[in-house]
């Protein structure tokens, strides 16, 4: 029997793999498809503190091996998230994250008081990177200063995990995540979408409403475990990988870069089963490799 | 309706002509329930350029024979590399996708199709004969090679047909059509899918004679089943899933 | 007939097409595969003042539609290229580029002296960008202060056009590209690699012998085209775009995008014919669409 | 050597068992000369994880037939994708590349092999034979299964075989085998491709005994004609590129 548990900082999970923000929808989508019970975890979508509309369409384009995506954040605001989704969700037997996004300090300090107080979401993910609205806290994650400053205020009100995650957009993540973790972070989660751009030759027009959007899928993953080995070597607090993970593969790569938990994002969208699989794949692989312990895995890259 | 995911089995692929083609899927065992209107995700892998699924809709079902039907137009990679697959090749469909067409309350019922877009229309104009309605058909085509799978749909009802160049038909669009007649026109309801700027005429006439219009849009989609929402339409409500509050919309709904 | 020629800040191309340094050997290895007097321009080789011996084995790893390289500069040196390969590509016709690059300012400054002598160069890219040395002068471009300073160094000594070859590892391009342009680039090339990273599940190593490598293929093309539209907002100077470019599609989107002119890197490796069809491609798209000059293609896109 | 680009035809596929396959693939016209040790880059571009070339030895060649033959060992997505090439598939190759083995001085040759690495000898023993030598094959493998194509090695020479396990011929590796014999060795000249630790065993071997020997690497290649210098080895003279200075080099020019 393989021990899958991964204690994140206090935050036990199941196993290493939980799904990505925005790209899961609130769980209930994929019901049909297999019991979310047996992930580690599940990101709820990008959450601020009113109801945004979020971008207007065109929001996706495909790209080699990859995607983009302009959604800027639609979601109907955390107060009725609190009132009309949390009750749905609430009872699922695995950690229920919020990922909480803004675009002013008091925004995302309001967003977190109103999740503080949701007794059965254990943590939240500090979306300091979205790069599709202009307000989007990109800016916040893209400077350590700015970076400190959300994550410290948000850290005076909200008393339970507090994930960060971390915009690829930037010189030095390493740098990025050292400051986060001084400000605060239970963890940290790395890579939102790199800042990507669509053109149709043929029209002669972007492919996106907003013309720049965020880029992810296989294509992302070189530079994602990049980040996430870099930032393995700046902080002692666990790292959640993510990035271009679509299978067993690619999630057991994340862990030996140094991440204790994994995201799989826009993998979701091709094979709705495929968190389940992954679940199952890594217990195998421990079993053929002799890990009695998937935290084993955890920085196992040997150099 | 709940979904699913599974390996269909291609048994026939019949090349209607350069562009279009229909594939017969065989389900591995008793197929579900779909309705008109509803779509699946294709999943195509071995391509390069072919990263996400592709949405297509139901075009015919047989409940008997576990089988459904796709017709296809190849405009990419994507729904080219549908056309190449053979018998005995394996499909991967996440399904059975989205709302449907609503039964019409009143009898007189026109279905306007252009493009890929007369796909679902087949599917509906069966549903609707079987219950009691006789559909009538309004098909149209930049020429000749566009009208497709026509004896198909003579076989549930009146076929009309345009064509731009006027080389089968009446000349013109759909809309120059004389069953789009505007002083008392003779239909109760119409459902429309093709290009959309097809749809927004055809919705409009309705509109001025007060019928019912239902539009089954094709907007860009990333996951097919509301995970992404990257498929929006823009309607009276706001932003809506096409994935999943559409692709049916009461045309007054779209904020056209 | 469409008139192919663009206008780069004084240098005038034949067409827009070049090949990426690095990818394209001193155009010698192309010579069998079609006649290379066809394209714009060759960027040879990364040059630095003495003999490299470049990074250890394995110096590649494939990804999802990518490829990491960790070649590090392997070359015999400004002086053996002035004296024995020089005279081997001189009478090419067409604009055969030098890209330099360096570990120090002064590096710079010499390999650019020596180039400089060279009549049949017309012009260096100066690689303020390359990921795989330690001192392979990315450090130089990721930020604004030491950009200016190598630029303007050079600049001093460099009497032809003046290409800056900028990295896509940073915050802010379009900030850098406007330095660049201020301490005098003539044009500005880019994106060089993203820093990117792979490891052997099975062996649990790195599959790269320096660990982190530099991605290019059509993975990154997303990021380079919004790194060009970017920079295209910022400067004055033409730009020369490349990252991903497989075919004239692709070479269309850069164009429109903002580049003036476009380079073709790893897609060398697996059609070795591309660049000539590219050439022949752009001109049958300025035929369809009714353009007389390919260069009004540049920063065409509508929004 | 001038190399070309061209689309050959499969022309057949032959699966020996479930890891390898030799195909047959037919030059469009009249196919330019290639020596024994050389190699193609073959264009795999329907996966979504076969972006680059693979690089595949040039197995035999029938100069009469403009055919040549490749031996896959499906070991990845590449390789499994070439498995499953079928009749009338058309292949794009950029070849020949690479240099070749030289011919021997002496006349007793032995060619020592194991896993795909005997493909690039079959080529050799035939010249070895057209050039008046007697060419020894020494072929190993883990077990029966990976001892593959023999029957043609036979054509050309005698044939020794070992296997780990011993389930044929001598058990143990090729170094291992009575031909390898240290106390004056019967052989002049080796040359050898497969595994690198075989190669390295071999190549000592050869060094301690006064034995010419030439080994043929298999480096992981971005483009296999010299233009990105990934595919380097160790030498005497430094870094020097597997694809255009090899991928045969004398195995004491090699740092191992
Ligand atoms: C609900 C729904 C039902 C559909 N039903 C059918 C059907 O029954 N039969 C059928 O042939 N097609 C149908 N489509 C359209 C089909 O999904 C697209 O043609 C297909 O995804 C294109 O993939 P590709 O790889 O061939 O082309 P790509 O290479 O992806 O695209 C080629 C060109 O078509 C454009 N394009 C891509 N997707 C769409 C789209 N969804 N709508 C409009 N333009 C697009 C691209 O921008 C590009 O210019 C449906 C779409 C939806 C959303
Ligand atoms: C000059 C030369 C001649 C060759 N001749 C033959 C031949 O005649 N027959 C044959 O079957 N193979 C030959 N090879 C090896 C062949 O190129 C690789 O097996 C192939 O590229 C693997 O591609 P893939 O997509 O199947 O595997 P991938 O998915 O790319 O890789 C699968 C696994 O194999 C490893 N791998 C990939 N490429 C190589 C390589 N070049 N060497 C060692 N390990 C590798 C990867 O790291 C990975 O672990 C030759 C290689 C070279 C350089
Ligand atoms: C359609 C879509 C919507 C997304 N929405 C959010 C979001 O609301 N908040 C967030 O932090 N990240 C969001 N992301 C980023 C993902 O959570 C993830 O960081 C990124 O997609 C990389 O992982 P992947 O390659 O596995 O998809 C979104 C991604 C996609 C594709
Ligand atoms: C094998 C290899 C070697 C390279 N060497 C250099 C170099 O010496 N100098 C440089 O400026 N860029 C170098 N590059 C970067 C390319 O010139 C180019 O910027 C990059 O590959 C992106 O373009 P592409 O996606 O078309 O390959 C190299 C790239 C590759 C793949
Ligand atoms: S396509 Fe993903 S939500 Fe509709
Ligand atoms: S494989 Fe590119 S130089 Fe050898």
């Known amino acids: 029997m393989v021990d899958l548990k991964i204690d994140l900082n206090g935050l036990e999970l199941k196993n290493p793999v939980m799904t990505a923000s925005g790209t899961f929808g609130y769980g209930e989508e994929f019901m049909d498809f297999f019991d979310i019970s047996c992930l580690g975890g599940v990101l709820v979508k990008g959450t601020t503190l009113e109801h945004r509309e979020g971008n207007a369409y065109p929001r996706m384009a495909e790209t080699p091996q990859g995607m983009l995506n302009a959604v800027g954040l639609q979601n109907k605001g955390v107060h009725y998230f609190a009132e009309h989704i949390y009750p749905r969700i609430k009872d699922y037997d695995t950690h229920m994250l919020v990922n909480v996004s803004g675009s002013t300090i008091e925004d995302y300090i309001k967003t977190a008081e109103v999740v503080n107080e949701l007794d059965n979401i254990p943590g939240i993910e500090l979306n300091i990177s979205c790069p599709n609205v202009k307000e989007g806290g990109m800016a916040f994650g893209t400077s350590c200063p700015s970076a400190v400053s959300v994550v410290e205020a948000v850290r005076q009100v909200y ?3 507090l994930m960060v995650k971390l915009s690829p957009n930037v010189t030095n993540i390493a740098e990025i995540a050292a400051a986060v973790e001084g400000a605060g972070a239970d963890s940290i989660s790395l890579i939102n979408t790199l800042l990507g751009m669509a053109i149709d030759a043929k029209t002669r027009r972007p492919l996106l409403s907003t013309i720049t959007g965020g880029l992810s899928g296989p294509a992302v993953k070189p530079v994602a475990l990049r980040m996430v080995w870099q930032v393995a070597q700046a902080v002692k607090v666990p790292i959640v990988g993510m990035g271009g993970i679509m299978n067993t593969t690619d999630a057991i790569e994340f862990m030996l870069a140094g991440a204790s938990a994994i995201q799989v994002g826009t993998a979701n969208f091709i094979d709705p089963c495929v968190t389940e699989k992954i679940v199952k794949g890594l217990e195998a692989y421990c079993i053929e490799n002799g890990f009695d312990k998937v935290s084993d895995l955890v920085g196992a890259m040997e150099v | 309706m709940k979904k699913y995911i599974d390996d269909f089995k291609v048994i026939q692929n019949e090349r209607l002509n350069d562009e279009y083609v229909i594939l017969t899927l065989k389900h591995p065992g008793k197929m579900p329930e779909m309705m008109p209107g509803q779509f699946v995700e294709v999943r195509v892998d071995n391509g390069p350029n072919t990263f996400l699924r592709r949405p297509i809709s139901i075009h015919d079902v047989d409940v008997e024979a576990n089988t459904m ?17 053979n018998e005995g090749d394996i499909c991967n469909l996440v399904y ?4 449907w067409f609503s039964l019409p309350e009143k009898p007189r019922v026109l279905l306007v199709g252009g493009g890929c877009g007369i796909a679902p229309l087949l599917y509906m104009g069966r549903h609707l004969k079987a219950n009691g309605f006789k559909p009538q058909f309004l098909l149209g085509a930049r020429s000749e090679d566009g009208l497709i799978a026509l004896d198909a749909f003579r076989e549930l009802g009146e076929v009309h047909t345009t064509t731009e160049d006027g080389s089968v038909g009446t000349k013109g669009y759909v809309i120059h059509h004389p069953v789009m007649r505007t002083q008392t026109p003779e239909i109760d309801q119409i459902y429309t899918c093709g290009p959309e700027a097809m749809m927004k005429v055809v919705a409009k ?8 219009c239902e539009v089954s849009l094709e907007n860009h989609m990333a996951c097919g089943f509301g995970a992404c929402l990257c498929c929006i339409a823009d309607t009276l409500d706001g932003h809506k899933c096409t994935c999943t509050d559409g692709p049916v919309f009461d045309s007054t709904y779209l904020k056209w």
């Open chain 1, 159 to 161: 008393k339970k995990h």
């Open chain 2, 69 to 85: 039907k796709l017709l296809v137009q190849e405009i990419g990679e994507g729904t080219r590399l549908m056309g190449k697959l």
């Open chain 2, 96 to 99: 059975p996708l989205g709302n």
């Open chain 2, 205 to 212: 006439y309705a509109k001025n004679n007060n019928i019912k």
